[in-house]
């Protein structure tokens, strides 16, 4: 602070820091210093890197379209992979039984399948942490009724109440629509099935949190409640969902590939990894073992390595492990 000669006060400005000094004060953070010392979770980065980037920009770094009706060719149909006897330079990874280049429909594929999972997900997180903050904010009556349908919901495994609201929505729906909005009821059938965890992580550390000095200060002051669960204890919660969110990408992944080979996922018109491995089982035991076993591999890599991400990201933002 400032006095010019007219006895004006002036406050100084405070300084922001640039796009530079941020990048650099976060690559110095002790959990970037955990990340560049952990061979395992470099790699793994690495390894999900090139399944976003192959997903991502599959239109373009793709050979083929593989859903393109008028780029097949039949006779191109049950190709081996390019390192057999009959396979074709163009197929690196071989053709499924519509001529369908594996590589690039993999690559398509993985595209619906992080969609799926990270809309998902998302979903899941906006729902389970909104019941656990109101819970464990709230308690009493709401409380116990926000967790007695979360302990009913327990009760079933995920999987089937993912295939109970696609049945609900399927019969709901006219047959004509089933199509056009099949992802979006995977991403709700998915989200609602895995939004208890959530609730019940997001609770307990409301619990905790909402007894300490900082919100008896905010409710002398005269803070709202949803004011304090919004600007105080939200913040201080989401270290744990954050974790939890990153492992649950890998099962939503999962889970949709679960219900695309059951057949009440994506339609065949946008096949995902799940769709591709139905349709290569029923030539694994023909000798077409292509068809099956590389979508599946892509799956396993791309889970994988969401789940290494995931344990090394618990490990970093735990402080008793620092």
Same mark, same amino acid.
């Given at each position: 602070?400032?006095?010019?000669?007219?006895?004006?006060?002036?406050? /100084?400005?405070?300084?922001?820091?640039? @796009?530079?000094?941020?990048?650099?004060?976060?690559?110095?953070?002790?959990?970037?210093?955990?990340?560049?010392?952990?061979?395992?979770?470099?790699?793994?980065?690495?390894?999900?890197?090139?399944?976003?980037?192959?997903?991502?920009?599959? /239109? =373009?770094?793709?050979?083929?379209?593989?859903?393109?009706?008028?780029?097949?060719?039949?006779?191109?149909?049950?190709?081996?992979?390019?390192? !057999?006897?009959?396979?074709?330079?163009?197929?690196?990874?071989?053709?499924?039984? !519509?001529?369908?280049?594996?590589? $690039?429909?993999?690559?398509?594929?993985?595209?619906?399948?992080?969609?799926?999972?990270?809309?998902?997900?998302?979903?899941?997180?906006?729902?389970?942490?909104?019941?656990?903050?109101?819970?464990?904010?709230?308690?009493?009556?709401?409380?116990?009724?926000?967790?007695?349908?979360?302990?009913?919901? @327990?009760?079933?495994?995920?999987?089937?109440?993912? &295939? &109970?609201?696609?049945?609900?929505?399927?019969?709901?729906?006219?047959?004509?629509?089933?199509?056009?909005?099949?992802?979006?009821?995977?991403?709700?059938?998915?989200?609602?099935?895995? =939004?208890?965890?959530?609730?019940?992580?997001?609770?307990?550390?409301?619990?905790?949190?909402? %007894?300490?000095?900082?919100?008896?200060?905010?409710?002398?002051?005269?803070?709202? /409640?949803?004011?304090?669960?919004?600007?105080? &204890? &939200?913040? %201080?919660?989401?270290?744990?969902?954050?974790?939890?969110?990153?492992?649950?990408?890998?099962?939503?992944?999962?889970?949709?590939?679960?219900? $695309?080979?059951?057949?009440?996922?994506?339609?065949?018109?946008?096949? $995902?990894?799940?769709?591709?491995?139905?349709?290569?089982?029923?030539?694994?035991?023909?000798?077409?073992?292509?068809?099956?076993?590389?979508?599946?591999?892509?799956?396993?890599?791309?889970?994988?390595?969401?789940?290494?991400?995931?344990?090394?990201?618990?490990?970093?933002?735990?402080?008793?492990?620092?």
């Amino acid at each position: 602070m400032s006095t010019q000669p007219d006895g004006t006060v002036h406050e /100084p400005v405070p300084h922001l820091p640039s @796009l530079g000094e941020r990048i650099a004060s976060a690559w110095d953070s002790d959990v970037a210093y955990s990340f560049r010392n952990s061979p395992v979770a470099v790699g793994a980065a690495v390894v999900l890197a090139v399944c976003l980037a192959g997903a991502l920009f599959a /239109p =373009w770094l793709a050979p083929h379209n593989p859903f393109d009706l008028k780029t097949l060719n039949l006779l191109d149909a049950l190709a081996p992979p390019v390192w !057999q006897d009959g396979g074709k330079p163009g197929f690196l990874l071989g053709t499924d039984d !519509q001529g369908r280049d594996v590589l $690039s429909a993999i690559m398509f594929g993985a595209r619906i399948s992080l969609l799926v999972g990270l809309a998902s997900v998302a979903l899941a997180v906006v729902m389970g942490v909104s019941l656990g903050l109101l819970a464990g904010y709230a308690g009493g009556k709401i409380d116990a009724f926000i967790m007695r349908v979360a302990d009913v919901q @327990l009760s079933f495994p995920a999987i089937l109440i993912a &295939l &109970l609201i696609d049945g609900v929505a399927r019969a709901a729906l006219p047959r004509d629509a089933h199509g056009e909005v099949a992802l979006l009821v995977l991403v709700l059938a998915i989200g609602v099935s895995n =939004w208890v965890q959530y609730a019940r992580t997001v609770r307990g550390s409301t619990m905790v949190e909402k %007894n300490k000095e900082y919100i008896q200060a905010a409710r002398v002051i005269g803070v709202s /409640p949803w004011g304090i669960m919004r600007r105080h &204890l &939200l913040p %201080n919660v989401l270290g744990p969902v954050l974790v939890l969110a990153t492992i649950n990408i890998a099962t939503a992944i999962l889970t949709e590939a679960t219900l $695309s080979f059951l057949g009440v996922g994506v339609p065949p018109t946008q096949p $995902s990894l799940g769709t591709l491995i139905r349709v290569g089982n029923d030539f694994l035991f023909s000798g077409e073992w292509w068809i099956t076993i590389f979508p599946g591999a892509a799956l396993v890599i791309m889970v994988l390595s969401i789940n290494l991400l995931g344990d090394w990201l618990r490990d970093a933002l735990n402080p008793k492990l620092r």
